[in-house]
């Protein structure tokens, strides 16, 4: 089949999907009747001549309320495979990142190149850097894709940490083990760790940014005195519903480990659960039902109010990774600076676009394009934007022409070596801020 035809292919089926619904739900789903047991586990023998497996996210005497596992039935064991072997890692890096220092200095790329033709989903992650150890499971890392062409008899597992996928150009569809999503520009998509999964390309082509999260799972952020509604809401997550493969033609499976991939040839897919139930499940979020909150008197309010999901640290507040979002929003702020301050932080920032324009940059910041501002590295608006915005006419102003996000965390974020070096970074990002001028009078 041609990439046109299988990518054809590919939006039917991304436009004919179901979804449940909850974040952090017990979802359970069949795609044959009975296949899903009741009052057990493990039965002594499965329904249908199915596998019983459990796929535990996170420690068995976890806390109820942080406990990830999910129950899968199979048509086959995922223990029934050969061995594995290393292969390239191609331009994929994991944590600790110890290929340059970490660098103080304000940074900012263009896009990544177009990739050569027949790059897929896998073969085209690019990885711009991160922190913490993924042998520890503490930390993240930035990677970046480029594709044009679908995943094609292979499929995809990371042990070492959760994938959150924001497309920027092209749309996705993620057959999972529990089933089908469909990511376009605007949504975001959560692969928990160990999952397995195959990515379609529904265009011709693709680009986006993954966060690897090694942590602790993302969560829904705590509301605080906000109450009990505002943010993401759980309901607007969607989780798939049970879709099979039985498939009997080899299949590379490739799992990253320990910051290396490893590759086996099964005689079948793997992504063979014909049903399942449990909490360790991925998602799709629609980044534009996110309920934006912010003042309704003065002055523009901390980042943190955007934040969509967060991967708890052992202190509380102090996250390993927050994902951000800057969405469609009002600005009404009276005797108010509105684009976002000038600050130095003790958290580290790596930004993003998924479209549009973003309110603190007049230019060089484009979609499919990042910065990073490292901890304490002053930032903030460019001189363009300062002078615009001092001087404007303060009537309430609609935000809808952009969507940005940002990938927040308490460690510094160590660029490796090919993104310090590469072409497409912007050498002088520094210049934006040149022409700040003095307006000081005693």
């Given at each position: 089949m ?7 292919q ?13 974040f952090?739900?017990?979802?359970s789903?069949e ?25 535990s ?36 890096r ?11 200095n ?30 520890q499971?503490?930390g ?17 597992s ?9 497309p ?6 993620l ?43 993302f ?19 969607r ?9 009997e ?19 079948h ?11 360790h ?8 039902r ?12 901390d ?13 509380p507040?102090?996250?390993?990774v ?17 684009p ?54 303060l ?7 952009g ?30 801020w ?9």
């Open positions: 041609s990439e046109q035809a299988g990518s054809e590919a939006r039917k089926t991304a436009e004919a999907l179901e979804y449940l619904t909850g952090g739900n017990e979802h789903s795609a044959v009747p009975g296949a899903l047991p009741l009052g057990r586990n493990s039965p002594q023998r499965a329904p249908l001549g199915l596998y019983a497996e459990q796929l996210g996170s420690a068995f005497t976890e806390p109820r309320s942080h406990n990830r596992r999910s129950w899968l039935y199979r048509i086959r064991p995922s223990a029934a495979h050969p061995p594995f072997t290393r292969i390239d890692n191609g331009a994929l994991t944590a600790p990142f110890t290929e340059a220092p970490a660098d103080p304000r940074l900012r790329w263009n896009p990544l190149p177009d990739p050569a033709p027949g790059t897929d989903f896998l073969a085209g992650l690019w990885t711009l850097g991160g922190n913490g150890d993924a042998t499971r503490t993240m890392a930035v990677h970046l894709y480029a594709a044009n062409a679908s995943m094609t008899d292979r499929v995809f990371d042990s070492d940490g959760e994938l959150l996928i924001v920027e150009r092209g749309g996705l569809l057959r999972t083990e529990l089933g089908l999503l469909a990511a376009r520009p605007g949504d975001v998509a959560i692969i928990p760790r160990g999952v397995r999964f195959r990515v379609e390309l529904l265009d011709a082509d693709a680009r986006g940014y993954v966060c690897e999260n090694y942590g602790q799972p969560v829904l952020p705590d509301l605080g005195p906000i109450g009990a509604n505002g943010l993401a809401a759980a309901r607007d997550f989780a798939p519903v049970a879709a099979y493969e039985d498939v033609r080899p299949t590379e499976v490739i799992n990253k480990f320990c910051g290396n991939l490893w590759s086996a040839t099964y005689d897919s793997p992504l063979d659960v014909v049903a399942w139930y449990g909490t499940v991925p998602y799709v979020y629609d980044l534009r996110f309920n934006v909150l912010g003042t309704i008197s003065y002055d523009h309010p980042p943190s109010i955007f934040t969509v999901l967060t991967s708890p640290s052992d202190t507040g102090l996250a390993g927050d994902f951000v979002v800057f969405a469609p929003r009002w600005l009404v702020g009276e005797d108010t600076f509105r976002p301050y000038f600050h130095r932080n003790v958290m580290s920032e790596y930004m993003g676009l998924i479209e549009g324009a973003y309110d603190a940059k007049a230019e060089g910041f484009v979609p499919g394009g990042g910065s990073l501002h490292n901890m304490m590295s002053a930032h903030g608006p460019d001189h363009e934007t300062f002078d615009r915005a001092s001087a404007a006419e009537k309430p102003q609609k935000i809808d022409d969507l940005a996000f940002m990938f927040e965390t308490r460690w510094p974020i160590t660029a490796t070596a090919q993104a310090a070096g590469a072409d497409h970074l912007q050498r002088g990002y520094d210049d934006v040149q022409g700040l001028q003095r307006h000081f009078r005693a």
